[in-house]
């Protein structure tokens, strides 16, 4: 009887743990999110805009980008966001920086093509 309860102790601990572990790997993962989301902005906003042609991104902006995960940044886009900058670009710009972009994601309403072939052309 003494063994059950402390393995049901050990379990306990264990389960208390892993939840106190997630919880701070994701407010870890907001803040740092926000804090490199200014360096995007300013350093990669030319290179996303609506109006001009496709322009590769400075190392400036590559810079900025690698600092950033792709899902989480897509969290934060918003229909004004979207009014403001191309999508496509944006997806251009990050594949172009090196991040893996997967075929099929959605970032705000905007749905990554199958065909990536046609945002990097």
Do not use: D
């Amino acid at each position: 009887m003494e063994n059950f309860g402390i393995r049901t102790l050990v379990l306990t601990i264990l389960v208390i743990s892993g939840t106190l572990m997630i919880g701070n790997y994701k407010v870890a993962a907001t803040t740092c999110h926000r804090h490199y989301i200014h360096g995007l902005k300013t350093k990669c906003a030319k290179f996303v805009t609506k109006e001009g042609p496709k322009i590769p991104p400075s190392e400036e902006c590559c810079k900025a980008i690698k600092h950033i995960h792709v899902h989480c940044a897509c969290k934060h886009v918003t229909k004004k966001v979207e009014k403001s900058i191309s999508m496509e670009k944006a997806v251009y710009v990050a594949k172009s920086c090196g991040k893996h972009v997967p075929k099929g994601m959605k970032c705000g309403s905007y749905k990554v093509p199958h065909e990536l072939k046609e945002i990097i052309a």
